[in-house]
């Protein structure tokens, strides 16, 4: 059983929705030669809290400002091999007085529980892709459901109105791989948790 005290916060992220899409970073650097769907998100900063993370790294990776969205609960995200399950937790306000996260990951290393925090958010912006960001996919519900589903390449996502923004050149044979995070939201969105 987790011990949220004992644990230690890693990296966070956040779901942002923009006009009814959430961008998802497209990774330049194939992961088993696929394409990685990655959340906006990435490592936290010595001193830094969860959300101001997410905050930090939406700005980094897109170049959107973005305002918290208060889930209704807080989940622990369980991942074995590509199965997703989710268990509600209680999250200590009192201890963390930043807005609350809709899940969290839970990693071992070393023996001990690293968490990957993800938030709820808006932007009013549009996404720009930064330096370190070659390409952003802009995801309805519908879409993250099925890249979650199967093989679905990228020119398939685009070849259906599927939105993109590239600043580099991605292979459009290639399938979108969903990262942990967006097949841990992709359940929240299957059980209409959120």
């Keep these: 059983m987790l011990n949220l005290k004992e644990a230690y916060y890693r990296t966070a992220g956040a779901f942002v929705s923009v006009q009814g899409l959430y961008p998802f970073v497209l990774g330049w650097k194939l992961h088993h030669g696929k394409i990685p769907v990655i959340r906006l998100g990435g490592e936290m900063e010595v001193?830094?809290?969860?959300?101001?993370t997410a905050q930090r790294e939406a700005q980094e990776e897109a170049r959107l400002n973005i305002r918290p969205?208060?889930?209704?609960?807080?989940?622990?995200?369980?991942?074995?091999?590509?199965?997703?399950?989710?268990?509600?937790?209680?999250?200590?306000?009192?201890?963390?007085?930043?807005?609350?996260?809709?899940f969290l990951v839970e990693?071992?290393?070393?023996?001990?529980?690293?968490?990957?925090?993800?938030?709820?958010?808006?932007?009013?912006q549009t996404p720009v892709p930064s330096a370190e960001v070659k390409g952003i996919a802009l995801l309805d519900r519908e879409r993250i459901l099925q890249i979650c589903r199967g093989a679905v390449t990228l020119g398939q996502y685009l070849d259906t109105d599927g939105q993109a923004i590239f600043s580099a050149h991605f292979?459009?044979?290639?399938?979108?791989?969903?990262?942990?995070?967006?097949?841990?939201?992709a359940q929240l969105l299957k059980e209409r948790l959120v």
């Design 47 to 52: 001193g830094e809290s969860g959300w101001q």
């Design 69 to 102: 969205v208060a889930p209704q609960k807080t989940y622990l995200a369980c991942i074995e091999k590509q199965e997703v399950t989710l268990q509600e937790i209680a999250w200590d306000e009192a201890r963390l007085p930043e807005p609350k996260p809709v």
């Design 107 to 124: 990693h071992r290393i070393n023996a001990k529980s690293a968490l990957s925090l993800m938030y709820l958010a808006q932007s009013e």
């Design 171 to 185: 292979d459009r044979e290639l399938v979108l791989e969903p990262f942990v995070q967006l097949r841990v939201f």
